[in-house]
């Protein structure tokens, strides 16, 4: 069954500095890989995807994050973090089994509290 | 991306009563999904709810106490039924476009308290 693992539960970092926020997943097949933020009181937002190709996805708000096959990870990375990025931080897997019952299904990780300092 | 609805936003609920949350898509979709998020927890797919077909509930789920309707290809519903405080959780939909990426969109949530 996939998983995902994100080890640590709460950041913080001062405004301005870099951010990297760990994920671990397993998953038999290629993985279909996201990084969701949600803010308190809202739904999730999607932060980036990798699929294939370029092993460095861009997505919005700065955010990058590296897919790595030999570590298993696909960590989320931001140069310069600012007060507003403070948030709640899921890494999720997808079941891409086709014609199985849980095609579609994102797994989620416990998620990653960031906080930023002044 | 999508824009998804959910009604109500929250809810205070008694125990042993029921709850129907709407969720409404601006645009048809295939492949919707429900998931729950316990206080302070991450999210767990309750069932996914495709349109034409009988949902497919993960383990741990069950049609009795989670029934789901999906009518059309731009609405579903989640009923929570016979409530019990372990029951308090936001619940959300999500939705899946088809293209490069089958990305998955999220509503905003209901946040359900039960008394």
């Known amino acids: 069954a996939q998983s995902v693992t994100q080890p640590d539960i709460h950041i913080t970092v001062s405004e301005g500095a870099s951010l990297e926020l760990r994920c671990n997943y397993s998953?038999?097949?290629?993985?279909?890989l996201f990084w969701y933020v949600q803010s308190p009181g809202q739904g999730l937002q999607l932060l980036l995807k990798?699929?294939?190709?370029?092993?460095l996805v861009q997505g919005i708000k700065g955010f990058e994050a590296e897919f790595k096959r030999s570590q298993s990870s696909f960590n989320l990375r931001k140069p310069s973090v600012h007060w507003s990025d403070a948030a709640e931080y899921f890494c999720?897997?997808?079941?891409?089994?086709?014609?199985?019952?849980?095609?579609?299904?994102?797994?989620f990780g416990q998620g990653t509290i960031l906080t930023v300092h002044p | 991306s999508a824009v998804i609805s959910q009604k109500p936003s929250r809810d205070i609920c008694q125990r042993g009563t029921s709850l129907t949350i709407q969720c409404q898509v601006d645009s048809q979709v295939t492949m919707m999904f429900w998931y729950r998020q316990q206080p302070g927890q991450s999210l767990t797919l309750i069932a996914t709810?495709?349109?034409?077909?009988?949902?497919?509930?993960e383990s741990g789920f069950v049609i009795d106490k989670f029934p789901i309707s999906r009518p059309n290809l731009t609405f579903s519903t989640l009923t929570v039924s016979n409530m019990s405080p372990e029951d308090s959780s936001i619940y959300l939909c999500?939705?899946?476009?088809?293209?490069?990426?089958?990305?998955?969109?999220f509503g905003p949530g209901t946040r359900l308290t039960v008394t």
């Open positions: 999500s939705v899946e476009k088809p293209g490069v990426g089958y990305e998955q969109y």
């Open positions: 709810a495709n349109q034409g077909s009988e949902a497919t509930y």
């Open positions: 990798y699929f294939s190709g370029d092993t």
């Open positions: 999720a897997v997808k079941d891409t089994s086709a014609g199985g019952t849980s095609y579609g299904k994102l797994t």
């Open positions: 998953y038999g097949a290629t993985p279909y």
